[in-house]
């Protein structure tokens, strides 16, 4: 017979309370130390499903009608670094047709004795396979000059979501300072109409002291752009439209600009395009 962690938790804590009586009736140290057992096992079963009922909601995020499936696959397997300290964040993202190129430079310090890489999350509405990505790191603090470039290691199986490894050309020791930038194209990776881009971040300190996100859309420029913040409470709440910083006829740029931004925050910017004759 199967149980479900609801069900579970209202045992181990009926338990628990009769045990603890007959502890006050008995006073039997074994008693008392039994109902500390079915307390604890209690307590850690309703954290265990609360924490999979957030993670089943973060995994169901849509926006406009739309499901947002690169971000809740990431949102499935998402890690938290626990190693590094993001002090500022810069995301540029290029959009022209359905491809998109993104720019991203990262800057913080290190606060383990050693780590030898940092991970990013490239996500994106349509499957783009890594074979078909074209990506280059380079690490500031090492090659300022951006003369050595670092190809990133792709962890796990190709999808709408991938997850990059960035060596450091040489390891970071307790309180190295780190500044890494990381270029892709990911070609015919955008639906047509109804778009987005999401930036993550999933580090274990409090905020980042600086971050940015800018768009820049080429020839087919959008309707309206909006922001989105997404997380495991709320699902995907409206944050705010975007207005245009500059714009041509053929280009249009938009920034979101914010300090202390949280370390483990989720941002989706919808936009709308006219379907291309």
């Not at 995301?91 to 990262?106: K, P, S, V």
């Not at 996500?123 to 380079?138: I, K, L, R, V």
């Not at 190809?151 to 890494?180: N, Q």
Request: proline share 3%; charged share 20%; hydrophobic share 45%.
């Amino acid at each position: 017979m199967q149980f479900s962690l609801e069900t579970l938790v209202a045992l181990a804590t009926i338990i628990g309370t009769v045990a603890s009586i007959l502890a006050f009736v008995q006073v039997g140290a074994w008693l008392v130390l039994t109902c500390l057992v079915f307390v604890g096992l209690a307590i850690f079963a309703g954290w265990y499903a609360r924490r999979q009922r957030g993670r089943v909601k973060a995994s169901s995020i849509e926006i406009e009608g739309h499901s947002i499936d690169s971000l809740n696959m990431a949102n499935i397997k998402r890690r938290i670094n626990r190693t590094l300290v993001i002090q500022e964040a810069l995301h540029t993202a290029r959009i022209e047709g359905d491809n998109l190129e993104i720019f991203w430079e990262y800057a913080g310090y290190c606060r383990a004795s050693c780590e030898s890489a940092i991970e990013f999350s490239v996500d994106s509405d349509n499957s783009a396979p890594f074979a078909n990505m074209t990506c280059t790191a380079f690490d500031l603090v090492h090659d300022p000059q951006m003369a050595r470039p670092i190809r990133p290691l792709h962890i796990g199986s190709d999808g709408i979501s991938h997850k990059l490894a960035v060596p450091f050309l040489e390891p970071l020791g307790k309180h190295s300072e780190f500044r890494v930038v990381l270029r892709c194209s990911l070609p015919g990776c955008l639906k047509s109409a109804f778009g987005y881009y999401s930036a993550t971040l999933s580090f274990a300190h409090e905020n980042v002291r600086r971050t940015e996100v800018r768009l820049i859309f080429m020839d087919r420029l959008p309707e309206w752009v909006r922001v989105y913040d997404c997380n495991e409470r709320n699902g995907a709440a409206l944050l705010k439209s975007l207005a245009p910083v500059r714009k041509t006829r053929n280009e249009a740029e938009y920034l979101d600009a914010e300090d202390f931004r949280s370390a483990q925050s989720a941002r989706v910017y919808a936009f709308w395009r006219h379907i291309a004759s």
